[in-house]
């Protein structure tokens, strides 16, 4: 049937055949479709570029090369051109054996892309983007590097992932100094800048590590001639660093962000991880449960106060797991009081309680907390639950209206 209907080559045909296909999830069908129509028509744009896309929906990356070659042949289209170099990276990342993505695959994708650099053919952001990825995929981040600081960097339309991918590939070469100094420059325009407070935590701990006397790293022969200026090269200047922002954050009163009160939990998670002395006395030997629970108490009515945490609940060691949880329901139970007792009690108010008794239901959760329940401890956890969304569903039809 699809051959017959196929052979008609009634464009508006072919596309719902297309649309059936692909609600149905049978992308492969699309594809025998557009070979049907290429085959009657190996000149046509419009067939051979949807026969190239029903390669791209079922990872035919060596069609998908072919299929682009013709249509540059055909048509001269930088687009065609960058269809084929995308489809040979593909390749690179499909293939088991990496050796050949490396000597074949990825040399070919710079070769071409190189190519049209030479004549003046790289118009987009996107062609920049890929040049770089084929870079990065080979571990060449000088290139990498020269080609972002370089005139085809500005191109970049997004500036911000420019300086990202900056800082990725300073770190990929270890200048670890230089990392630290771009991220505080970075955060002291933007101290909520999660992806940068992440580089400069590793940073702080690759420098710590490397300067530590005990610490024996032969990956960077040339650490000792480092410049440490500008850079905090112990805990002691991380946490004056962070405290700044900190302050500067809570000068904000409630519009305060949260990245710069969760950089101290990457760092200890990162210093714990690699085994660094005293990383758990990181902010003015507060306890760690004090920290997450001054987390709650700053954060705690934002939805993503769990997750933002979560990744950090391992550091904890079961009694301090306990304290926490604790400390979590006596402060919610408190808010509550406090609530009961007003007669007017604004909208935000009562929703901005909800949500940090939700926290404490996922901490216990994350915790192990309701697995120590009895079969009828659960069940009475459920009916509360049930009870505590009826009455919360009042307060969001107000906030609704």
């Not at 051109?81 to 054996?97: E, F, H, L």
Request: proline share 2%; charged share 30%; aromatic share 10%.
């Amino acid at each position: 049937v699809v051959k017959k209907l196929s052979e008609i080559l009634y464009e508006p045909l072919l596309q719902a055949l297309s649309l059936f296909y692909r609600e149905s999830h049978k992308f492969e069908r699309i594809a025998e479709v557009f070979e049907l129509a290429v085959a009657a028509q190996p000149k046509h744009e419009t067939y051979l570029s949807h026969l190239f896309m029903s390669y791209v929906r079922i990872g035919q990356y060596q069609k998908q090369q072919e299929i682009g070659r013709n249509l540059y042949k055909l048509f001269s289209k930088n687009a065609h051109y960058y269809w084929t170099v995308t489809s040979i990276v593909m390749q690179a990342y499909a293939c088991k054996n990496q050796g050949l993505a490396r000597t074949m695959y990825l040399p070919l994708a710079q070769k071409m892309i190189e190519k049209q650099m030479k004549s003046g053919r790289v118009e987009s952001n996107a062609e920049v983007k890929l040049y770089v990825s084929v870079l990065d995929m080979q571990e060449k981040y000088e290139d990498a590097l020269f080609v972002l600081r370089g005139v085809l960097g500005g191109s970049f339309k997004n500036q911000r992932g420019k300086e990202l991918a900056d800082l990725s590939f300073v770190g990929k070469l270890k200048r670890w100094p230089e990392v630290n100094r771009v991220a505080k420059a970075r955060l002291g325009k933007n101290s909520d800048d999660w992806a940068t407070w992440l580089h400069y935590a590793e940073s702080v701990v690759e420098i710590i590590q490397i300067e530590d006397p005990d610490q024996v790293n032969k990956d960077i022969p040339d650490s000792k001639h480092w410049d440490l200026s500008g850079a905090d090269s112990s805990l002691e200047h991380a946490h004056d660093f962070i405290k700044a922002a900190m302050d500067s954050e809570r000068a904000k009163g409630s519009r305060a962000n949260q990245g710069p009160f969760l950089v101290p939990f990457e760092l200890i998670k990162l210093g714990v991880e690699r085994g660094i002395r005293c990383s758990r006395s990181l902010l003015d030997s507060v306890s760690l449960v004090d920290l997450f629970a001054s987390y709650f108490e700053q954060f705690g009515e934002y939805r993503s106060c769990h997750s933002d945490l979560d990744p950090y609940l391992f550091l904890l060691v079961d009694e301090e797991k306990e304290e926490l949880v604790s400390k979590v329901r006596s402060s919610v139970m408190a808010m509550e009081e406090e609530n009961r007792e007003r007669e007017d009690l604004p909208v935000r108010e009562a929703l901005r309680v909800i949500q940090c008794h939700i926290f404490s239901v996922q901490l216990a959760r994350s915790l192990g907390e309701h697995d120590k329940l009895s079969a009828s401890g659960k069940l009475e956890l459920v009916r509360e639950m049930q009870e505590r969304l009826e009455n919360g569903e009042k307060y969001r039809r107000k906030e609704k209206r």
